[in-house]
T-cell receptor, first 114, second 114 residues
Framework: GDSVTQMEGPVTLSEEAFLTINCTYT??????LFWYVQYPGEGLQLLLK?????DKGSNKGFEATYRKETTSFHLEKGSVQVSDSAVYFC?????????????FGQGTRLTINP | GAGVSQSPRYKVAKRGQDVALRCDPI?????LFWYQQALGQGPEFLTY????????KSGLPSDRFFAERPEGSVSTLKIQRTQQEDSAVYLC????????????FGPGTRLTVL
């Protein structure tokens, strides 16, 4: 079935380091791909998305490119900040009954030290 | 404007008790989703409403779980005879139209069953 596999955490980096969080997916169709972020004590927030192959989603300095050939959607940021500490979820959407159902990875906890 | 709200934020129940979790979606949003997030895991789909119609309930783990959205706005997830394995965060999300893939999440209700 359709699924998402994320890089296991936790990931700990120093401020201004380069970040990559790997995400690969398995899907029968052509899903949209997402990164959601969950800050401590808050709900899930959409960080970025891409709806078709070779699309690049970007937001707040984060980027991810929809790679159909490698079925990947890796999250990157050139210089992380302490405020980026959160749990990051990769997800794909499946069209069912006219709506988009999300399938999530297990999450990667990121801690940025000053 | 107001986002998705959920209540209560925290619920402690004794095993065997019934609980009811409420979700107020963003006004005017047609689609409403419930997800279950176990500790350290990504959210998993439970059920989906389009207005008042429950179009998919394939993710409900047992017949002890029941969801409704009688007037196409507020939704309630009810769990009867709670078990320890029901302990999780229950997330509600809404989206504007049937095929819109951006879902907006509430803060969740953390249910602990003793």
């Amino acid at each position: 079935g359709d699924s998402v596999t994320q890089m296991e955490g936790p990931v700990t980096l120093s401020e201004e380091a380069f970040l990559t969080i790997n995400c690969t997916y398995t899907a029968t169709g052509y899903p949209s791909l997402f990164w959601y972020v969950q800050y401590p004590g808050e709900g899930l927030q959409l960080l970025l998305k891409a709806t078709k192959a070779d699309d690049k989603g970007s937001n707040k300095g984060f980027e991810a490119t929809y790679r159909k050939e490698t079925t990947s959607f890796h999250l990157e940021k050139g210089s992380v900040q302490v405020s980026d500490s959160a749990v990051y979820f990769c997800a794909l959407s499946l069209l069912i009954q006219g709506a988009q159902k999300l399938v999530f990875g297990q999450g990667t906890r990121l801690t940025i030290n000053p | 404007g107001a986002g998705v709200s959920q209540s209560p934020r925290y619920k402690v129940a004794k095993r065997g008790q019934d609980v009811a979790l409420r979700c107020d979606p963003i006004s005017g949003h047609v689609s409403l989703f419930w997800y279950q997030q176990a500790l350290g895991q990504g959210p998993e789909f439970l059920t989906y409403f389009q207005n008042e119609a429950q179009l998919d309930k394939s993710g409900l783990p047992s017949d002890r779980f029941f969801a409704e959205r009688p007037e196409g706005s507020v939704s309630t997830l009810k769990i009867q005879r709670t078990q320890q394995e029901d302990s999780a965060v229950y997330l509600c999300a809404s989206s504007l139209r049937e095929i819109t893939d951006t879902q907006y999440f509430g803060p969740g209700t953390r249910l602990t069953v003793l």
